[in-house]
């Protein structure tokens, strides 16, 4: 399997690609959460986040829409980190990733522990730009980019899947690059 999955094209640019507005980060304001099947429910502010441990990751980024990139460059909180804090309880099986605009994704937690996901705050070494997900975002490589939502605010851990915004559009709940798993059958 090469790293170009099918039918699409490698990009060097990075286009900007979301449904709605850019919504506004105002730091004093701004908080995350995690609740649903947890143990230790939290709350943090923005400055709580990044005091969290951060991991840098290179990973590729495949759209939708047929473009790829290759050796991004993320800085953020892996998710198993996120999880390690929060202790899921035993029944969790999913997360739902709420983000501004009501905008969500769902992933099962085995592909969510996976060592290149990470909420991320930093790109290429600089704050993460609103117009890519800044203040947060998720970043799954192994999915297509609707999977890493922007701009996140909470986790939900849950027993049963709940598909998200684009999923309950016709688009894959896989969202597979190498099976082209792009809409729903």
């Given amino acids: 399997m090469g790293r170009l999955p099918p039918h699409q094209k490698l990009r060097t ?96 937690l085995d592909e969510l522990m996976e060592p290149d996901v990470l909420l991320a705050y930093k790109f290429e070494g600089k704050p993460l730009e609103p117009v890519h997900g800044g203040p947060l975002r998720l970043v799954v490589p192994k999915k297509y980019a609707y999977k890493s939502a922007k701009w996140v605010r909470k986790v939900v851990f849950t027993e049963e899947d709940e598909p998200g915004f684009w999923e309950r559009r016709g688009y894959s709940n896989s969202a597979e690059p190498w099976k082209e798993e792009r809409y729903s059958h």
């Fill in 13 to 108: 640019d990075f286009p900007v690609l979301h449904f709605g507005g850019v919504p506004e980060f105002d730091r004093d304001t701004w908080d995350f959460r995690v609740e649903g099947v947890v143990e230790n429910p939290i709350s943090l502010n923005y400055d709580e986040f990044l005091a969290l441990k951060r991991t840098e990751d290179v990973s590729d980024f495949h759209c939708v829409t047929g473009w790829s990139k290759f050796d991004l460059k993320w800085e953020g909180v892996r998710f198993i980190d996120l999880a390690g804090l929060v202790k899921p309880k035993k029944n969790a099986r999913f997360a739902i990733i709420v983000a501004e605009g009501e905008y969500t994704t769902s992933l099962p």
